[in-house]
């Protein structure tokens, strides 16, 4: 009789297909919901049109604060310096209607997006939306407009209301309730009356409600919603947010999800009011409040990409197999620039239980360590808005106020990126290796036939 042979499951193989069904019943289809979700999609573009103005104005801020010591004695740095102070109120025009009111911008791109969604005229959805957040969150008085709430302390109070008036002006006109004019009125004019009862609706239960909060707490829309989400914004400050905000994205990423999208569109909000704290304790010659911003995520967790994979485009374009020979030469170029799609599908890292660990661990670790060198005082906080596409060096330092320590905390995480991935890539590559070694054998017979 022959043996009965026993299919052998080693424990890793479990594991991971275990691992891989909970991605795929659990995980894939609430991560494509949250994705696919109008008010997430709404705040990411919201954001996303908002973002050259905040950009530039973030590049205003550190020419008008330049990184050199005050007593500084060197000629250039010196004049620079004399130059900021004495045209500050003129430098500092820019920056406050850029970064200063970037809660215009959110709130007509959130309300144009939401809108467009619903069907909507996106334009006057905007509109809508900006008119009711000046409602609540810009009190007049003395004949002066207070601006204190339309940066980044506004900013939550900017997503609900443009939420809640869009939300107002697709319910009127679902139900039909709308100022309709004959068929021969101009398009333009007929979409002014289409709006009035939306705007009527919306002044006439924000307005109501904000004069309710004041005389009940003492504090306006805004400033009640900061008070309330306080826990909140500390806690999205702290390295448990770090490590999770970067769990989630690499686990959705490898299965084939937009990660960098849902985690960012979440965590907009929050760095946005943070990095408006840091600018603001910046002008103020003050100690910066806040670490976890746009910039640490970008440039510390982001090298290269998602997953951090700058450093194993340079390992694939040495490694002894041809195909990542190839993936490395089509992805390093693209990666220096924060676009990592060709090493992602092409190596690949999606679905590959090899290069799973070092995938999610590696940005977890540069987490931990640049986290650990910012609050030592080792490296500078973020204090600007950086485009994602500014390769990370260079953009560690640009967020920074240009300062240098953040480029050796950049290059010391490649670093430690290149270790991480090294030997989980020689595993792949021989594995690759010994199929190309079979492919080659079979071929060889074949083109003996071909040839006799």
Same mark, same amino acid.
């Given at each position: 009789?022959?043996?009965? $042979?026993?299919?052998?499951?080693?424990?890793?193989?479990? @594991?991971?297909?275990?691992?891989?069904?909970?991605?795929?019943?659990? $995980?894939?289809?609430?991560?494509?919901?949250?994705?696919?979700?109008?008010?997430?999609?709404a705040?990411?573009?919201?954001?996303?049109?908002?973002?050259?103005?905040?950009?530039?104005?973030?590049?205003?801020?550190?020419?008008?604060?330049?990184?050199?010591?005050?007593?500084?004695?060197?000629?250039?740095?010196? #004049? *620079?310096?004399?130059?900021?102070?004495?045209?500050?109120?003129?430098?500092?025009?820019?920056?406050?209607?850029?970064?200063?009111?970037?809660?215009?911008?959110?709130?007509?791109?959130?309300?144009?997006?939401?809108?467009?969604?619903?069907?909507?005229?996106?334009?006057?959805?905007?509109l809508?939306?900006?008119?009711?957040?000046?409602?609540?969150?810009?009190?007049?008085?003395?004949?002066?407009?207070?601006?204190?709430?339309?940066?980044?302390?506004?900013?939550?109070?900017?997503?609900?209301?443009?939420?809640?008036?869009?939300?107002?002006?697709? *319910?009127?006109?679902?139900?039909?309730?709308? !100022?309709?004019?004959?068929?021969?009125?101009?398009?333009?004019v007929?979409?002014?009356?289409? /709006?009035? !009862?939306?705007?009527?609706?919306? &002044?006439?239960?924000?307005?109501?409600l904000?004069?309710?909060?004041?005389?009940?707490?003492?504090?306006?829309?805004?400033?009640?919603? &900061?008070?309330?989400?306080?826990?909140?914004?500390?806690?999205?400050?702290?390295?448990?947010?770090?490590?999770?905000?970067?769990?989630?994205?690499?686990?959705?990423?490898?299965?084939?999800?937009?990660?960098?999208?849902?985690?960012?569109? !979440? %965590?907009?909000?929050? *760095?946005?009011?943070?990095?408006?704290?840091?600018? #603001?304790?910046? #002008?103020?010659?003050?100690?910066?409040?806040?670490t976890?911003?746009?910039?640490? *995520?970008?440039?510390?967790?982001?090298?290269?990409?998602?997953?951090?994979?700058?450093?194993? #485009?340079? @390992?694939?374009?040495?490694?002894?197999?041809?195909?990542?020979?190839?993936?490395?030469?089509?992805?390093?170029?693209?990666?220096?620039?924060?676009?990592?799609?060709p /090493?992602?599908?092409?190596?690949? /890292? $999606?679905?590959?239980?090899?290069?799973?660990?070092?995938?999610?661990?590696?940005?977890?670790?540069?987490?931990?360590?640049?986290?650990?060198?910012?609050?030592?005082?080792?490296?500078?906080?973020v204090?600007?808005?950086?485009?994602?596409t500014?390769?990370?060096?260079?953009?560690?330092?640009?967020?920074a106020?240009?300062?240098?320590?953040?480029?050796? %905390?950049?290059? !010391?995480?490649?670093? &430690?990126?290149?270790?991480?991935?090294?030997?989980?890539?020689?595993?792949?590559?021989?594995?690759? %290796?010994?199929?190309?070694e079979?492919?080659?054998?079979?071929?060889?017979?074949?083109?003996?036939?071909?040839?006799?």
């Amino acid at each position: 009789m022959k043996p009965r $042979i026993r299919n052998r499951i080693s424990p890793m193989s479990s @594991l991971y297909q275990s691992m891989v069904a909970v991605i795929e019943q659990t $995980i894939t289809p609430l991560a494509g919901k949250l994705g696919q979700q109008k008010y997430v999609i709404a705040i990411r573009d919201g954001f996303t049109a908002a973002l050259p103005f905040m950009i530039i104005g973030s590049f205003m801020l550190v020419f008008i604060f330049p990184p050199f010591s005050a007593d500084t004695t060197v000629g250039f740095a010196r #004049a *620079w310096l004399d130059f900021s102070q004495t045209y500050r109120e003129q430098l500092m025009l820019p920056f406050n209607l850029s970064m200063g009111v970037m809660t215009f911008f959110i709130s007509v791109g959130v309300g144009a997006s939401l809108g467009r969604q619903f069907q909507l005229d996106p334009v006057m959805a905007g509109l809508l939306a900006f008119m009711a957040f000046l409602l609540v969150a810009a009190p007049y008085a003395d004949g002066k407009i207070s601006t204190q709430y339309l940066s980044g302390q506004g900013i939550f109070t900017a997503l609900i209301t443009a939420i809640y008036s869009t939300r107002v002006y697709a *319910w009127l006109k679902e139900h039909k309730v709308t !100022i309709r004019l004959p068929k021969e009125v101009p398009t333009g004019v007929a979409r002014s009356f289409e /709006i009035l !009862i939306p705007v009527m609706a919306v &002044m006439g239960t924000l307005h109501p409600l904000n004069l309710f909060i004041e005389a009940q707490t003492g504090m306006i829309m805004p400033q009640a919603i &900061m008070h309330l989400l306080e826990p909140l914004v500390s806690a999205s400050d702290s390295l448990p947010a770090v490590l999770l905000s970067v769990l989630l994205c690499q686990i959705f990423w490898f299965a084939g999800i937009h990660g960098s999208l849902i985690v960012t569109g !979440i %965590m907009n909000p929050f *760095w946005m009011a943070n990095l408006s704290a840091n600018q #603001a304790a910046l #002008a103020a010659g003050a100690a910066l409040p806040h670490t976890y911003l746009q910039g640490f *995520w970008d440039h510390y967790l982001l090298i290269g990409g998602v997953g951090c994979t700058l450093p194993l #485009a340079f @390992l694939l374009l040495k490694s002894r197999a041809t195909h990542l020979r190839t993936i490395g030469k089509m992805g390093i170029v693209p990666s220096f620039f924060n676009i990592n799609e060709p /090493i992602l599908f092409g190596a690949p /890292i $999606i679905m590959n239980p090899i290069l799973f660990i070092p995938f999610v661990c590696v940005p977890l670790v540069n987490a931990v360590l640049a986290w650990t060198a910012t609050r030592l005082g080792l490296i500078e906080q973020v204090v600007s808005l950086t485009p994602w596409t500014t390769p990370a060096p260079i953009g560690a330092s640009w967020a920074a106020n240009w300062a240098l320590a953040p480029v050796v %905390m950049c290059l !010391i995480c490649m670093v &430690m990126s290149a270790l991480i991935y090294l030997p989980f890539l020689r595993a792949y590559e021989r594995s690759l %290796m010994k199929t190309e070694e079979l492919k080659a054998r079979n071929a060889a017979p074949q083109a003996q036939t071909v040839t006799g």
